[in-house]
C-alpha cells in the first residue's frame, strides 16, 4: 500500500544524497588518481588532471552536502529527521548555523568542509608534493564521506546520513504519523537545545573544527615523505601548515574554555572534563611537533621525533573524536554523547592510520635514524627537543587518565575516574607547566648548535631579576602559599620578561622576526592567567548561617552556597549583596543581583547588578546560566544553584491566606518583607473617597509600614458600620503585595482586629548561590590574543623567507 | 651512556610513574555493602533514586545540605547526604553515580553525576549533569 504523503519535498532529499554518494565517490576516484600519479611520478599527466578535477568534483559535492542542508533548515523541511530533530520553526536565523554541530552527522559535515577547503589549498600551494600528500589526503576525505553514508551493507550501517525522511528513520518508522498522509501539516521540529543558542556556540565549533582539521595537513605530508623515502624534505612545506594548525587549534580550545566560563556552571575555563581533555592533547603534541620540526630544519636531527609526533597527533584528533562521539565516556563526562553506532568505524579509521604511520616509521627506521650524532646540551634545539619532549610526556599523562572508561572496556577491569579530577591532573601538568614556562624563557637565548654559558647567564640575568621581584610582590598580592603556585609564578613571570627583553634588545624591536618571542609572550600570559585566576580565586558566598554540617564528616563543610532571601542583603567577600528579584523573559528567568559596598557613614553604594539566569530548557532539563562582572583587573561570577521555580507561574494577583491578629496601638506586625507598626485610629475618615453614605461610621487603623530599606509609607484599612452591617475596606500596598483588612474594633480594649495578607508571588522567594572572584583573568584571555597575533607573525616571516628565496633562485 | 639514552630512560620512567598516579588515583566503583566496609575510603556507588522516599532539601537551614535515598544496583539502600545544593532536575534522574565514604549505614557524597533521560522521548538523548560540593 503506498500513501501519498501531503507537502513533503522530495526532490531536494534526493539531491542532498546524491551529493552524499558523489562526495564520497570522487574523493575515492580522486585518492586513486593521485596515487597513480604518486606512482608513476607524474608521468602521466592526465592523471593528475583527473585527480584535480576528482577532488575538485569532492568539494563541490561537500559544499552541494552543506547548502542543500542548509537550505532544508532554513525552509523547515521537518520531514527530514535532521531537520526536525536540530531545528524548529521560531529559531533565529544566526542560530541556523548551529543546527551543524548540534547533530553528530552535522559535526562529521563541518569537519569534512574544512578538509576540503583545506584540500584546494593544498593543491594550489604544494607544486611537487601535490600527489603523494593528494593522495593520503583523499583517502582521508573517503572515510570522512562514509560516515554520511548511512547505507546498510549486511545489517551494518555504514555511517549517518543527514537526508534521511523523518518516517524512514529507524527510530520512528514503525509509529502511528507514518500512516498519516497529511503529517507534515502541524509538525514543528523539536528545535536547537537552548544551551547552544549562545554566540559562543556560533564560532567557537567552526574554529575548532578547523583547528582539528589542520592537523591532517602535516600528517599527509609525513606520510607522503615515508612512502616517497623524501624522509625529511617534507618537513619545510609543512612547517607553516603546522604553525597555521597550533594557531587555530589553540585559540579554538580557549574558546570553548571562553563559552563555559561565561555560560556554564562549573565556575571556571578549564575544569579537566575529558572532553577538553581530549581537544587539548593532540595540540600539545602538535605544539611539539612544531618545534622539533624546527629543529630538523636547522640541522636535520630529531626526525624519528618530528614523524611520531606529526603523525601521532591526527591519531589523536580521530582518537578524540572516538571518545566524544562513542558513548563510552558516558558515566564520566558532562558532555554526553551517545553512540550513532559510528564508534565501530571510527576506530577502524584511527587503527588505519595508526598502523600505517607507525609502519612506516619502524619499517624505515635505519633510514630515518642515518644521524645520530649528539647535541651539544647549550644548543637551542637540545632544549627545544627536551620541551617537545615534556609536552609528549604532559598529553600522556593527560589522555592516559581520560581513556580509563576506555583502558575498563579493553582490560575488563573496574576502575573509576580519580576522585578529584583537578587535582589529579594538576599534580602532574603544575610542574610540567613550570619546566615548560622555563624552557620558553631560556629557549631564545640559546643559540643553535652551541651556546656561550658566560654570554647566556648575562644575558638572561635582567629579566630574571625582574621576574623575580614581580614574583615577590605577586606573593604579598594574591597570597601565595603553594610551593608549585610560586614555581610557576615565577617562572611563567620570567617567559614573559625574558622573551620581552629579547624582543627588545635583541630583536630590537623589528616586528617581522618577532613572531616566536610574541608568541612565547602570549604563553607565558596564559599560563599565568590560569594560575592566578585559577589558583587564587576566591569563592566570597561562603555561608556564614545555617548549622554546621561540618561535623558530618571530613569532606564537608558549609561554604560554596548561600541562601539568599528576596530583600535580604548580606557581606560576601569586599560586598553585600541582595537579591531584588526575578523576571522571566523568553525561557530564560533572570535573577537580579544586586552588589553594594559599605562606605564608612554605613551607607551603601550600589556597585553593579548581575543577572544570572535559569533556562527553563524543556529538551534538555533546566540549566543554569551564570553572569559575570567583567573589570581589568578580576572577575565577579555569580551562579544559581538552586531556585524554587515552582513558583515562577504563580499570578501575582492572589494572596495567601490572611492572618488574623489583635493587636493595640503602638503594636507590631512582621510579614516576609516588612514591619507594620498601628499608629493609631483615624475617625474622620473621608466618606467621598470610599463612597460611603453620612450616615456610615467608619474608623481608620492607620499603620506605618517600613520595608528593609527603611522606606516609610502609610497604609489605612477602614471598618464601616452601615446600620447594623459591618463592612471592611481593605488597604493595598501594591510594592510590598501587602493587604491589610480592619475587621473588628473592640472599644472596651481599645484593641483591635485585623488581617494581613501577603501576595503569594511574597512568600519564600529565595535563591541559592554561589559567587566567585577570580583575579586577573584577562591576562589570560589577552595571552591568547597575543599568542595567535605572534604565531601569525610567524608564519608570514617563513611565508616571505620561502618567496624571497624562490626569487633569488 | 649516550644523552639521548639517558632522555629516552626519564621518558619512560616519567610515563610509567604517570600510569602509576593514575592508577593510585583512580577510584572504584562499588556497592554500599562494600563502601561501608571500608568507610574510610572513598568509592563511586551506582545506582538509582528512590522515588518513593523524601528528598530533603532545606535551604533554610542549610543550603549545602541535600539528603535522599538511593538503591544501589544490588538493591540496598541507604540515605545519602551530600553536601550542596539540590542538583536541578534530581527527581528525573534515571541513573546517579555518587562519590563519596559510607560511614554510620549513611553515604556522604561529595559529588553526584546523574543521567536524566530527555524530556521529548526519543531515548538518544540523555542530559549528564555533575553537582559538586
Redesign the interface.
Known amino acids: 500500500m503506498d500513501i501519498q504523503y501531503l507537502g513533503e519535498h522530495l526532490f531536494i532529499g534526493k539531491l542532498g544524497n546524491f551529493f552524499v554518494v558523489l562526495c564520497f565517490v570522487a574523493a575515492l576516484f580522486s585518492s586513486y588518481a593521485y596515487f597513480q600519479t604518486a606512482k608513476e611520478n607524474e608521468l602521466t599527466p592526465s592523471w593528475k588532471k583527473l585527480a584535480r578535477g576528482g577532488f575538485l568534483v569532492h568539494a563541490a559535492a561537500v559544499f552541494g552536502i552543506a547548502g542543500t542542508l542548509f537550505y532544508m533548515i532554513f525552509n523547515h523541511y521537518f520531514e527530514y529527521q535532521y531537520v526536525w530533530q536540530h531545528s524548529n520553526k521560531s529559531l533565529p536565523l544566526q542560530y541556523m548555523l548551529s543546527c551543524f554541530w548540534e547533530g553528530q552527522e552535522g559535526s562529521f559535515l563541518l569537519w569534512t568542509f574544512w578538509h576540503a577547503v583545506l584540500g584546494m589549498f593544498l593543491i594550489k600551494t604544494s607544486k611537487t608534493w601535490e600527489a603523494p600528500v593528494m593522495t593520503v589526503f583523499s583517502s582521508v576525505q573517503v572515510f570522512l564521506a562514509s560516515m554520511l553514508l548511512g547505507i546498510i551493507i549486511s545489517d551494518y550501517r555504514l555511517g549517518s546520513n543527514p537526508f534521511l525522511l523523518l518516517r524512514e528513520h529507524p527510530e520512528f518508522q514503525d509509529l502511528p504519523f507514518t500512516k498519516v498522509p497529511n503529517y507534515l501539516e502541524n509538525l514543528d521540529g523539536k528545535g536547537l537545545n537552548p544551551l547552544l543558542q549562545n554566540y559562543w556556540m556560533v564560532i567557537h565549533p567552526p574554529i575548532l573544527f578547523l583547528g582539528f582539521a589542520s592537523t591532517v595537513v602535516p600528517f599527509c605530508f609525513a606520510i607522503a615523505g615515508l612512502w616517497k623515502q623524501k624522509f625529511g624534505e617534507w618537513v619545510k612545506p609543512a612547517l607553516s601548515w603546522t604553525f597555521f594548525g597550533i594557531m587555530i587549534f589553540g585559540v579554538g580550545i580557549l574558546m570553548g574554555g571562553a563559552w563555559a566560563y561565561e555560560s556554564l556552571s562549573f565556575g571556571g575555563f578549564w575544569a579537566w572534563d575529558p572532553v577538553e581533555n581530549a581537544s587539548l592533547v593532540p595540540w600539545l603534541t602538535m605544539v611539539g611537533a612544531g618545534h622539533v620540526m624546527l629543529i630538523y630544519k636547522t640541522n636535520n636531527r630529531s626526525l624519528t621525533t618530528v614523524l611520531f609526533l606529526t603523525i601521532i597527533t591526527f591519531v589523536l584528533v580521530l582518537y578524540s573524536t572516538f571518545l566524544t562521539r562513542s558513548g563510552i565516556l558516558g558515566d564520566t563526562s558532562v558532555h554526553a554523547f551517545t553512540d550513532l553506532g559510528m564508534s565501530g568505524q571510527l576506530l577502524v579509521y584511527l587503527l588505519f592510520y595508526l598502523f600505517l604511520g607507525i609502519g612506516l616509521i619502524v619499517f624505515h627506521r635505519n633510514k630515518i635514524k642515518s644521524l645520530g650524532s649528539e647535541e651539544s646540551s647549550s644548543s637551542r634545539e637540545f632544549w627545544m627537543f627536551i620541551g617537545s619532549l615534556v609536552l609528549l610526556i604532559s598529553s600522556f599523562q593527560i589522555i592516559f587518565t581520560t581513556s580509563i572508561p576506555v583502558i575498563n572496556k579493553v582490560l575488563g577491569t573496574n576502575l573509576a575516574p580519580p576522585l578529584k579530577p583537578v587535582e589529579h591532573y594538576n599534580s602532574w601538568q603544575m610542574p610540567i607547566a613550570v619546566v615548560i614556562a622555563l624552557l620558553i624563557a631560556i629557549g631564545q637565548y640559546f643559540n643553535y648548535r652551541k651556546t656561550d654559558i658566560k654570554k647566556f647567564y648575562k644575558k638572561i640575568t635582567i629579566s630574571f631579576v625582574v621576574a623575580s621581584i614581580l614574583t615577590v610582590i605577586g606573593i604579598f598580592v594574591f597570597e601565595l602559599k603553594n610551593f608549585f603556585y610560586i614555581a610557576l609564578f615565577l617562572t611563567s613571570t620570567f617567559s614573559i620578561t625574558a622573551n620581552l627583553d629579547y624582543l627588545i634588545r635583541i630583536l630590537k624591536g623589528k616586528i617581522s622576526k618577532a613572531g616566536a618571542s610574541v608568541a612565547h609572550i602570549g604563553f607565558g600570559m596564559i599560563l599565568l592567567g590560569a594560575l592566578v585566576s585559577a589558583g587564587t580565586s576566591q569563592t566570597i558566598s561562603v555561608n556564614t548561617s545555617g548549622t554546621d554540617i561540618s561535623k558530618l564528616g571530613e569532606t564537608f563543610n558549609n561554604a560554596d552556597n548561600i541562601m539568599l532571601a528576596k530583600g535580604d542583603t548580606l557581606k560576601m567577600g569586599p560586598y553585600f549583596v541582595a537579591y531584588t528579584g526575578k523576571e522571566k523573559r523568553g525561557i530564560n528567568v533572570y535573577f537580579k543581583v544586586e552588589y553594594f559596598t559599605k562606605n564608612a557613614d554605613n551607607t551603601y553604594t550600589p556597585e553593579f547588578v548581575l543577572e544570572p539566569l535559569i533556562q527553563l530548557n524543556e529538551r534538555m532539563g533546566n540549566a543554569a546560566e551564570p553572569d559575570t562582572r567583567h573589570f581589568l583587573h578580576k572577575d565577579v561570577y555569580t551562579h544559581i544553584t538552586y531556585a524554587d521555580l515552582e513558583n515562577l507561574n504563580a499570578d501575582t494577583t492572589s494572596y495567601t491566606e490572611a492572618k488574623a491578629k489583635t493587636i493595640a496601638i503602638g503594636d507590631t506586625i512582621f510579614t516576609s518583607n516588612s514591619i507594620l507598626v498601628l499608629e493609631g485610629l483615624v475617625k474622620n475618615i473621608d466618606k467621598q473617597r470610599y463612597s460611603l453614605a453620612e450616615t456610615d461610621l467608619a474608623v481608620g487603623a492607620l499603620f506605618k509600614v517600613f520595608n528593609f530599606e527603611k522606606k516609610l509609607s502609610n497604609l489605612m484599612p477602614v471598618f464601616v458600620l452601615k446600620g447594623n452591617r459591618i463592612e471592611s475596606i481593605s488597604a493595598i500596598e501594591n510594592n510590598l503585595g501587602l493587604k491589610i483588612n480592619f475587621v473588628k474594633l473592640n472599644p472596651e480594649t481599645g484593641k483591635v482586629d485585623v488581617e494581613v495578607s501577603e501576595k503569594v508571588s511574597n512568600k519564600k522567594d529565595f535563591i541559592i548561590m554561589k559567587a566567585i572572584i577570580f583575579p586577573a583573568i584577562n591576562i589570560l584571555w589577552f595571552g591568547c590574543i597575543i599568542m595567535a597575533i605572534g604565531t601569525v607573525l610567524a608564519i608570514i616571516k617563513r611565508a616571505k623567507t620561502q618567496s624571497t628565496k624562490k626569487v633569488s633562485e | 651512556m649516550?644523552?639521548?639514552h639517558i632522555?629516552g630512560i626519564i621518558?619512560i620512567a616519567?610515563?610509567i610513574a604517570?600510569?602509576l598516579?593514575?592508577?593510585a588515583?583512580?577510584?572504584?566503583?562499588a556497592t554500599f555493602t562494600e563502601a561501608q566496609a571500608s568507610p574510610d575510603n572513598?568509592?563511586?556507588v551506582?545506582g538509582k533514586l528512590s522515588k518513593n522516599k523524601p528528598l530533603e532539601?532545606n535551604?533554610?537551614?542549610?543550603?549545602?545540605?541535600f539528603g535522599f535515598y538511593m538503591v544501589d544496583n544490588n538493591g540496598v539502600e541507604r540515605k545519602v547526604?551530600f553536601?550542596?545544593?539540590?542538583p536541578?532536575?534530581f527527581e528525573?534522574s534515571e541513573q546517579i553515580?555518587i562519590?563519596?565514604?559510607c560511614?554510620d549505614s549513611e553515604f556522604?557524597a561529595?559529588?553526584i553525576?546523574m543521567?536524566?533521560p530527555?524530556?521529548?522521548n526519543?531515548?538518544?538523548?540523555?542530559?549528564?549533569?555533575?553537582a559538586?560540593?
Open positions: 649516550k644523552k639521548t632522555i621518558v616519567l610515563a604517570a600510569i598516579t593514575t592508577v588515583d583512580s577510584s572504584t566503583y572513598e568509592f563511586h551506582v532539601y535551604p533554610e537551614v542549610n543550603a549545602n545540605l547526604l553536601n550542596g545544593t539540590k536541578q532536575d528525573r553515580v562519590t563519596g565514604q560511614s556522604k561529595t559529588k553525576l543521567k536524566c530527555s524530556k521529548y526519543d531515548g538518544s538523548e540523555m542530559k549528564v549533569l555533575e559538586k560540593s
